[in-house]
């Protein structure tokens, strides 16, 4: 996926309601977030994201908005905390992330958000990544 398509997705995922950074994220400029500010105190306005800058090979925190870094929904530990946060967006725990072969007609595969045999999203998108967006958008009680 290519950095624009990246920063596209990370702006529309720190705007879901449902959206917190969660230590093991890593962040579009490469820096992995090792502490965020709890769940529930991030409404009180900035919150502390700590990240660490392999450029300078040390910890940096600061307070900030959680519109000012974006994550990068590439990176695997990134994708699972999305993951998580879909969960507790729907408030089921046998969510999943689930890829769907294409059929023999010339459909093609794509991801999809589960629970059991059952579709949240309706609709296969190309990315696992776009699965998650897709389902934190759309949880119930968002409103863009």
């Known amino acids: 996926m290519d950095r624009d398509k990246l920063k596209r997705l990370g702006e529309r995922a720190i705007a879901c ?7 093991g994220m890593m962040t579009l400029d490469g820096e992995l977030a090792v502490y965020a500010t709890p769940p529930g105190s991030e409404d009180q306005g900035p919150h502390l994201v700590q990240v660490f800058d392999e450029r300078i090979e040390r910890l940096r925190g600061v307070w900030l908005h959680k519109e000012q870094i974006l994550p990068d929904l590439s990176y695997p530990s990134t994708l699972g905390a999305m993951l998580a946060l879909v969960r507790a967006a729907w408030k089921d725990d046998t969510l999943a992330a689930t890829y769907h072969e294409g059929e023999d007609d010339g459909v093609a595969g794509g991801w999809d958000i589960t629970a059991g045999d059952f579709s949240i999203l309706g609709v296969q998108v190309a990315t696992e990544a776009e699965a998650l967006l897709l389902a934190l958008e759309f949880a119930p009680g968002f409103k863009p």
């Open 17 to 23: 309601r449902g959206w917190r950074w969660v230590a």
